[in-house]
Structures are given as C-alpha cells and as structure tokens.
C-alpha cells in the first residue's frame, strides 16, 4: 500500500532534479524592477544564496534575497543600459575573488580586477569571498607581538598576532595614520599587509597609496578600493574579499595583518542595500543585522595551531564616531566583538598630541601576553603614572597649591606624555621603544629640561642602534629579557644623558 507522503516525496525529488545547479545554465530569467544598485529578477526559482548572476550586456550581480516571488540581487557595478524585461542567466557559483602571491604590490578592486594600470593580474587560483571563520579547534591563543611602531600602543595596549583591535574616534583624528603606520613597521618583519579601503574618497586613497609607495611598502602590501561613489554591493563585498585573501596566506602558515578603512562605511552600505530589498533590522535600538554581518566578518581573524600551520590573521578594524559617543550602535557592537580598542580623542588631537591615543579609555585584551618580555615591568608602571598624571593635570590647570611629592609626580607625567608625541610615518623599532621606556622608568629623564627631551629622544633612539648584538638579540627574542640586561641599559642610557642633566 502507498504511503499517504509518497506522491509528495516523488513530487520534491522532481522539482530537486529540475533545479540543481547541474542544470543551472538552462534557467533563465528576466529583470522585475530597478533600483539604486539593486535589482529583483523573476523567473531563476534553483537560485542559490549570494549565487553570482550575469545579466544581459555582461554586468553581474550577486543573489542576495530569495523570496517566493522575485530574488533580490546586488548589483557588483554601475547600471548603464540595463532595463526592465532584460534577459538574466545563472551562473552556478558564489562570487569569488583571485588569490596568491602576484596580488602583492598591487591594488585592486573587491572583484579582483587591477587598478593600477600594472597589466593583468596573474590569477594561480581563487577563492569564495564569503567563508566559514576558522573552527575552534583550529585555533590558538594569541601569544606573538605584531609591533605598531607606535610607542604608546607597543608599550601602553599590546597588540599580537591573530588579535582583532578596534581603531575608533571622530572623523579627521589619525585613526588611518595609525594603521598605516603599523603597515609601514612590517618592513623586514615577513609579514603581508592587505589595506582595505571601504567607500573611501578617491583623495583620501591615494594619499595612503602614496605614503605606502613613498616608504616602499607596496612590496609586501595588498590595497583593495572600494569608492564612496561606487555601487554599495562593491563596498559590501569588499571586507570579506580582503579577508579571503588573507586567509589563503594565512592557511599557508604566514602572518597577515588586514586593515578594515572603515566598518562605518560598510554598515552604511548594507543599510542602503537592507532598505531596498525591505529587509528587517532584526531588533531597533542595536540592529543585529548589523552586528552579524560584522561578527561574521571579524570572526575570521586568528591565531591558527600549529596542525594548520601556525599562520594568522591580525584585523585592525576602523570605525568613526560622532561626538565621541562610544555608546552609539556600530562601536558598542565592534567594542564587544573585538579583542580591545585604541580610542583617539579630539581634544588630544587638537592640543596637538600626535598619536591622540587616550591611553584611559584603550585597552588590549591580550594584554602584556602579546609583548616581548623586554616591555615588562617597564610599561605597566610608566602607564599608571601617566594616567595618574592626567588626573592631577587636572588641579594643576587651576593653579591649585601642590607639595614636592606631587610635583614630582607632574613631572614624571609630563615627561611620559612628551616622550609618547610621535609624528606620522615615523615608527620607532623595539629597541629604541625599550631604551626610552627604561630611562624614563629609571627617572633619568626627570633631570632632563622639558625644552631639551625631543633632543634627548633622538640621542636615545641613535644609541639604541650601537647596542651589542647579543643584547639587541635578547631583546628581540621570545626569551626572558633579564634583569642583569635592564641594568646594562639603563647604564649606557645614563652614560648618553649625562651632558643634558639639570645641575
């Protein structure tokens, strides 16, 4: 006897064998509406999710909502001619990018197309934009330093290898400089960049390209552009591209370190695209579609085993505030989706202290597990007293009357705070790094003239490249930094300052 379910069964089996993407190419279908960058098609009912789809005229688009009437598409660049009724084809694969070594020195654009008039790009193999983040399994703690060159957040917020920190404040604070200069200190360091810049003005991309050719760090950097003027399906895509590149170095057991120019941006983007379709926020106050297509994409930086080859992945992700709320939703989801955050004050940019790192308000949830051993004991104190300064500077702006203790407190912050002033573009290697922070931990500077510490600062950083290699060796190392080796250096450092002490 027939099974009342069976002619319903023998009906799904049909409709399965009709639309799989074996027989893709036969579906076709023809566009519903048109709108800014998105279009709905009918008629492709084996469409799969983020399907790429071609369109009459060679334009492509990626299936982004698969609803029972017409399939939402997002556009991956610029409608010219096509129109309502247009012919639309599968093509049975999801949209994909170039990966391997001859993207590096180039730039290029989230499908993987040249931008820089270098020729064609040789394409070795590809890879799915969209991937599942690394399993649990495959992972490791974060326990390698990836230096910054930035001596307030070498020494103050420790970022390591595999770590995903969170780079936020107001527009025009050096939050881009910060992850460029981070770019340039990977020199010698064998480590790939990849700069990803998401609906960027075309001004503001070619200053960073030309601070990266100017310092020759386009030989180990990949640029992806997406343009504030491009169709936000490019901007959308372009992160994940980014990291799609990245994780085929990273499987290969390298270090990768991804720029993220900005989230803000790429949240702007999906919004745009979520209205058109009629997409829901999920929830109102802290819309969780955002928070997940961010927690997805962040997910994805890492620190691999070694069974998977020991390679990582460091996200530097950047978001803009707006008068610094920190509680606004895309910075209260990335605080809690990262590993920590290098906040940058205005007010610190505008009294002209360069980095405007607010060292109160960063954090590195690594901690000093991601720092050479020669950082400890040094940046721990130096960072409460700095912060304890920042407190009495407060009393001090009053003329309040203070006693000897607290004055040479103020004095020991003042020098910590001028001693933290960097310019752009100018990162400080380790042992330079380290011989500042021990003079300044030994109180030598204390003796020092405020009006004479820049000069100070260039006397300390030249000495540190006439240390002995041994000692440079030990420093640089994994290995314990001893204490026998601290001494040595805080000695030498009082031998080069000597001339400058207050009599």
Not at 302 to 325: F, K, V, W
Request: proline share 6%; hydrophobic share 40%.
């Amino acid at each position: 006897m027939e099974n009342l379910f069976d002619p319903l069964f023998r009906d799904l089996e049909k409709v399965r064998s009709e639309y799989a993407p074996g027989v893709s190419s036969k579906e076709i279908g023809k566009v519903k509406a048109i709108y800014q960058g998105v279009v709905l098609v009918d008629g492709l009912p084996g469409t799969g999710n983020e399907e790429l789809l071609k369109f009459q005229g060679g334009l492509y688009g990626m299936a982004f909502n698969l609803d029972p009437d017409a399939i939402g598409v997002v556009l991956l660049g610029e409608i010219k001619n096509l129109q309502v009724g247009d012919k639309v084809e599968r093509t049975g694969k999801v949209v994909d990018i170039p990966v391997g070594s001859a993207l590096l020195g180039r730039v290029i654009d989230p499908l993987g197309f040249a931008l820089d008039n270098k020729g064609l790009l040789e394409q070795s193999s590809r890879s799915p934009v969209e991937r599942p983040s690394p399993p649990i399994t495959d992972r490791a703690p974060v326990s390698r330093p990836l230096q910054t060159g930035i001596k307030v957040i070498d020494a103050f917020i420790p970022v390591g290898r595999g770590q995903r920190e969170l780079i936020l404040g107001d527009r025009q604070t050096g939050k881009t400089a910060i992850a460029v200069n981070t770019i340039l200190n990977q020199k010698d360091k064998e480590v790939i960049c990849i700069y990803c810049a998401i609906g960027q003005q075309a001004a503001s991309v070619t200053k960073t390209l030309a601070v990266l050719d100017a310092h020759q760090a386009m030989d180990y950097t990949i640029v992806m552009i997406s343009q504030g003027n491009d169709p936000p399906g490019l901007i959308y895509l372009a992160p994940y591209a980014a990291t799609s590149i990245g994780e085929y170095f990273m499987e290969m057991g390298k270090d990768v370190l991804i720029v993220y120019d900005d989230l803000t941006h790429h949240a702007r983007a999906y919004r745009e695209i979520s209205l058109l379709l009629r997409r829901p926020p999920g929830r109102e106050a802290f819309p969780g579609d955002i928070f997940y297509i961010h927690a997805r994409l962040l997910e994805r930086g890492t620190q691999l085993n070694n069974e998977r080859g020991g390679g990582s992945l460091t996200a530097l992700p950047i978001i803009e505030t707006e008068g610094q709320n920190l509680a606004a939703y895309i910075p209260t989801n990335l605080i809690s989706i990262t590993d920590g955050q290098i906040y940058l004050s205005p007010k610190l940019f505008e009294q002209g202290m360069l980095p405007a790192v607010e060292v109160e308000k960063s954090v590195s949830r690594v901690g000093d597990k991601a720092q050479r051993p020669a950082y400890r004991g040094l940046a721990s104190p130096l960072k409460l007293a700095y912060i304890q300064y920042k407190e009495l500077e407060v009393f001090m702006r009053f003329g309040t009357r203070m006693d000897d203790q607290t004055k040479k407190y103020i004095a020991h912050g003042q020098r910590i705070q001028e001693f933290l002033f960097q310019m752009e573009f100018d990162p400080v290697s380790l042992p330079e790094q380290i011989i500042i922070l021990t003079a300044l931990s030994d109180g030598l500077l204390d003796k020092i003239p405020l009006e004479k510490l820049k000069q100070t600062e260039k006397i300390l950083r030249k000495a540190a490249r006439l240390l002995p290699e041994d000692l440079l060796d030990r420093m640089n190392s994994s290995e314990t930094f001893s204490e026998k080796d601290r001494e040595t250096l805080a000695e030498l450092a009082d031998m080069w300052l000597k001339r400058f002490y207050i009599e």
